[in-house]
């Protein structure tokens, strides 16, 4: 402000300076006076307060404030719509709708056992405290038939002999033959030796080998109609009581090795009684067609018993192997004599259905025959 101050009195100054000077032209000459410079200055002063005009008045320039820097707008996105998180619920666990049958007439309940557990058979042999004490024992070492053997069998050489042409262990064995020529041997077909008679209700073990021949003359040639018994344990009647149908047999029929046997705690027993009661029993415990011209291991654990008071046992093992089991049932007729045991061949048919039967002979091979 200041400095503008200045510039208008310099201003004012040569305008004057300039205004005096066309003055000075313009008037006329006069002389010149003697009027001392101290009226000289009067007269400047008289001049400059008469021709004084007002300083024009500057209006202060308006300040101007910087112009404010307006940052760029921020670019504000549109927010983002956020909707309200839906509710998810736990799913609803959805079962299996029960299956609703027709409610079962219900009978009287069966009795349901539990099933037997089935695993590979155990190999069983003989229990050791008994192997030193058998109560019977041949292996026909001697060559010839011992005299404990009772025979029944037709007058014939090829019947009942000691061979050594073919043997379980050792140097013998015995051969049976029977044909369908033979002679009746009491009252039916049959070759085969029988042991003495043992007191009811004993328990022991029986074993015994037995090979069925394969090819040649003594083929063990298929017989589809008829059967034979190999190996029996036969009961003996009471007085006034009929013979029956042995309690207990090994036999091949119709290919397969056949278990028979029969039971009866009554005191008077016939075939026709125990079949009426369906007291008898037939099962096919396997082929013997695959065991021919082979020997095969038999082993029969009985505790014999009318009745299951008795605690019976049946158990039958080929080769060391449990084929049949019947414990607790019973497994013999009630008969004052216990039974007793018979080996070789007993083919009925050939004396009651001849023409049933498609074969003329039959061969059986037995070795290590033993009771404990």
Known sequence: MKSKKILGLVIVLIITLLAGTISAFAAPRVKKSSI??????????????????????????????EPEVVPEPEVVPEPEVVTEPEV?????????????????????????????????????TE???????????????SGSIAREWNKEIARNSYAAKVVDTIASEGDYSLRMELRKTDA?????????????????????????STYLPLGGSEDYALDNNSGEILVQWHN????????????????????????????????????????????????????????KGKWVDWTFHVKWGWHESQDPILEIYKDGKKVFDRNGLPNTTN?????????????????????ISKIDNRVVYFDEISIN
């Not at 007269?43 to 300040?63: D, G, S, T």
């Open 236 to 291: 003996y009647p009471d007085e006034g009581e009929e013979w029956t149908s042995p309690p207990l047999y090994l036999a091949t029929v119709r290919g397969g090795y056949e278990i028979g046997r029969c039971w009866d705690d009554a005191k008077f027993s016939s075939n026709s009684s125990m079949r009426g009661k369906g007291n008898f029993e037939y099962e096919t415990i396997g082929s013997y067609l695959e065991d």
């Open 184 to 208: 009746d041997v009491s009252g039916s077909r049959r070759s085969e030796l029988a042991l003495g008679m043992e007191e009811p209700l004993e328990e022991h073990w029986y074993s015994f």
């Open 127 to 141: 229990p050791e405290e008994v192997k030193d004490t058998y109560l019977f024992l041949d292996g026909f070492e």
């Open 36 to 65: 001392s410079r101290f009226d000289i200055k009067a007269y400047y002063a008289e001049f400059l307060e008469r021709n004084r005009k007002p300083a024009p008045v500057v209006p202060e320039p308006e300040v101007v404030p």
């Open 335 to 355: 008969d004052e004599n216990g039974v007793y045991m018979k080996l070789g061949i007993y083919k009925w048919d050939w004396k009651e259905n001849p023409d």
């Open 88 to 124: 998810v619920t736990e799913p609803e666990v959805v079962t299996e709708p029960e299956v609703v049958t027709e409610p079962e007439v219900v009978t009287e309940p069966e009795v349901v056992t539990e099933p037997e557990v089935v695993t590979e058979p155990e190999v069983v």
